[in-house]
């Protein structure tokens, strides 16, 4: 059963617009989430995190947003660049834990210019 | 800086044969991870060493895999003997102490078993 679930394996966007990817999870004790980027032939490169402490974290052009009640997160980019064209994955962690991160599937953002 | 360092990153190797992959992460990282991913899937933990000692390795099927890190600092994951289904990108990531910190992951060695 996954805990951490991207239900859209793709996404296609224009230049300039929004992207919003979203990721669902099932773990109530999961109180830190990540957001990695991951371009071919490469390793996962870190995005941009949340505690559950916060609903929103913003950096530059990416912004997450948590809603713990309905278990949702997504991530915005805005603008959207053909250079963030990329597999995104969502990430949570139990801080307890020590950061065992458990992985979606991701999902594969295509901009278009 | 250099991030984390993995070695190879391509091997091919025939089914029933022994493979080692190396992983070093960033200087002062106490924590390195071994992860696996699968073709469009996302990374799956395989195992986690705080310095050398491996705290979850819940996840690594040790009837054919091992792993190590002897000194605390690099690492070593071997597959002995592999099988077509450990066809694979296997991923080495590293993080310092504290709760809220992100895990750096190094280019990963993809692994063909024919």
């Known amino acids: 059963d996954q805990q951490v679930k991207q239900n859209s394996p793709s996404l296609s966007v224009q230049e300039g617009r929004i992207s919003i990817l979203n990721c669902d999870y099932t773990?109530?004790?999961?109180?830190?989430f990540l957001w990695y980027k991951k371009y071919p032939a490469e390793g996962p490169t870190f995005l941009i995190s949340?505690?559950?402490?916060?609903d929103k974290n913003e950096d530059g052009r990416f912004t997450v947003f948590l809603n713990k009640s309905a278990k949702h997160l997504s991530l915005h980019i805005v603008p959207s660049q053909p250079g963030d064209s990329a597999v995104y994955f969502c990430?949570?962690?139990?801080?307890?834990?020590?950061?065992?991160?458990?992985f979606g599937k991701g999902t594969k953002l295509s901009v278009k210019p | 800086e250099a991030g984390v360092v993995q070695s190879p990153r391509y091997k091919i190797i025939e089914k029933k044969q022994p493979v080692a992959f190396w992983c070093n992460p960033i200087?002062?990282?106490?924590?390195l991870y071994w992860y696996l991913q699968n073709l469009g899937q996302g990374p799956e933990l395989l195992i986690r060493?705080?310095?050398?000692?491996?705290?979850?390795d819940s996840q690594l099927p040790k009837d054919r895999f091992s792993a190590e890190r002897l000194k605390g600092v690099d690492s070593t994951l071997k597959i002995q003997p592999a099988e077509l289904g450990d066809s694979a990108v296997y991923l080495c990531?590293?993080?310092?102490?504290?709760?809220?910190?992100?895990?750096?992951f190094g280019q990963g060695t993809r692994l063909t078993v024919v």
């Open positions: 990531a590293s993080s310092s102490e504290g709760s809220d910190t992100e895990a750096f």
């Open positions: 773990n109530s004790m999961f109180d830190y």
């Open positions: 949340i505690s559950s402490i916060k």
């Open positions: 990430a949570a962690s139990v801080r307890g834990s020590q950061g065992n991160l458990i």
């Open positions: 200087s002062g990282h106490n924590t």
């Open positions: 060493y705080e310095n050398e000692e491996a705290v979850d």
